[in-house]
Each structure stands twice: as structure tokens, then as C-alpha cells.
Antibody, heavy 120, light 107 residues
């Protein structure tokens, strides 16, 4: 069974750094893309980007490029989403999702979500 | 970027009704489209991939159709557990884009 288990909720101050995680199990981590989706409070889903853990190939939506870093550690089957300097506008629920398919990968299995709250 | 226009943004319906949700792509995306259901406080769940392929375990009252620029999700007979928000996602080209969502509420 595919499982994606995300790290717990975070409360941070503006300007702080943060790295949240998504640990995968039940499939070959290095042969599926894995990515992140943002959901701001009361809003819709926004696709942020994906990484292919096999070779670390990474794609970002332009609005998130430079704002976050997506990475993966294949030795522990874990993907990460990282900020170097958080803003209040980063307050949101973040979901990781395994992406099925190599030519046109798309989310099939999802983590439970990590709530990030940024407030002074 | 490919824009996905989803309609309606909200919909009130009764148990047993047939409902249709539409997504239009700003350019052709072949059948590179999925439909997702999200209930409050929960992660999204994929219902349909490749525009019309029902995921294992998803009730057959859900169906998807379309190709190119116009796609529909149909629920043939609404059940109480279907009241949720539905999203389409195009994965034809980067950046992938979701529709704005359709909130399906009980009438």
C-alpha cells in the first residue's frame, strides 16, 4: 500500500526558515515523481512543483520558483519542501503527492497535509 | 501557462440528482486531465485520470469525459457522501494547473 506521511504542523515567525517532510513507503521511491500542492485558507489547490528522486530533476510552477526548494533524500524515501525566509502569505496547508506516469506525471496518492502558520 | 476554467464554482443539488461539472482548458491538453474530490479537512482524492478512467474503488456513478479543451465530470445519482469540492487538474504541460474548484452542497 502506498503511504505518504507528512511531518507535523508548524508555527513560525516571518523571516524564519522551515523544512517540511513527506516520507514515502509501499513503492519504489526513485521511480515516481513526487510533488507539493499548496492550499491557502479557504482557497483552492495550487500545484507547486515536483521532483524525480531518481536523478533529482525538479520542475517548479514559476510563481513558486525561487520562493521554495523541493528536494528528496532517496536513502530514506523522503521528499522535502523548504523555505529560507517565511512570509505571512506562506500560511497554508501543504500536501505532498506521488505522481504517477513518466511522460506526463500526475498526482495519484496524497499525504495527509502539513499546516504551516506564519505569524508574528 | 494553460488556464483551466472550471464551472460552476458552486452547485446546490439533492440526493439522487445528476450533476455535471465542466473544465475548459485554454489550449488543447489531449486527455491529460484528472478529477479530484476533497472533503473538508482532508487531502484530495483522485477520482478519474486520463479524463475518463475511473480509479479503483471509486463508485461507478462517477464518470469523466472529454478531450482537447473541454472536459466533464458527471455524478449520475448523488449520494450524501458526494457533497465535497471537486477540482480538475491539467498535467499536459508545466506548470500544471488546477481548476478553481466546484463546491457541491446539499440543497
Amino acid at each position: 500500500e502506498v503511504q505518504l506521511v507528512q511531518s507535523g504542523a508548524e508555527v513560525k515567525k516571518p523571516g524564519e526558515s522551515l523544512k517540511i517532510s513527506c516520507q514515502a513507503s509501499g513503492y519504489s521511491f526513485t521511480t515516481y515523481w513526487i510533488g507539493w500542492v499548496r492550499q491557502m485558507p479557504g482557497k483552492g489547490l495550487e500545484w507547486m512543483g515536483i521532483i524525480y528522486p531518481g536523478d533529482s530533476d525538479t520542475r517548479y510552477t514559476p510563481s513558486f520558483q525561487g520562493q521554495v526548494t523541493i528536494s528528496a533524500d532517496k536513502s530514506i524515501s523522503t521528499a522535502y519542501l523548504q523555505w529560507s525566509s517565511l512570509k505571512a502569505s506562506d500560511t497554508a496547508m501543504y500536501y505532498c503527492a506521488r505522481h504517477e506516469g513518466l511522460s506526463s506525471p500526475h498526482p495519484d496518492s496524497w499525504g495527509q497535509g502539513t499546516l504551516v502558520t506564519v505569524s508574528s | 501557462d494553460i488556464q483551466m476554467t472550471q464551472s460552476p464554482s458552486s452547485l446546490s443539488a439533492s440526493v439522487g440528482d445528476r450533476v455535471t461539472i465542466t473544465c475548459r482548458a485554454s489550449q488543447g491538453i489531449r486527455n491529460d486531465l484528472g478529477w479530484y474530490q476533497q472533503k473538508p479537512g482532508k487531502a484530495p482524492k483522485r477520482l478519474i485520470s486520463a479524463a475518463s478512467s475511473l480509479q479503483s474503488g471509486v463508485p461507478s456513478r462517477f464518470s469523466g469525459s472529454g478531450s482537447g479543451t473541454e472536459f466533464t465530470l458527471t455524478i449520475s445519482s448523488l449520494q450524501p457522501e458526494d457533497f465535497a469540492t471537486y477540482y480538475c487538474l491539467q498535467h499536459n504541460s508545466h506548470p500544471y494547473t488546477f481548476g478553481q474548484g466546484t463546491k457541491l452542497e446539499i440543497k
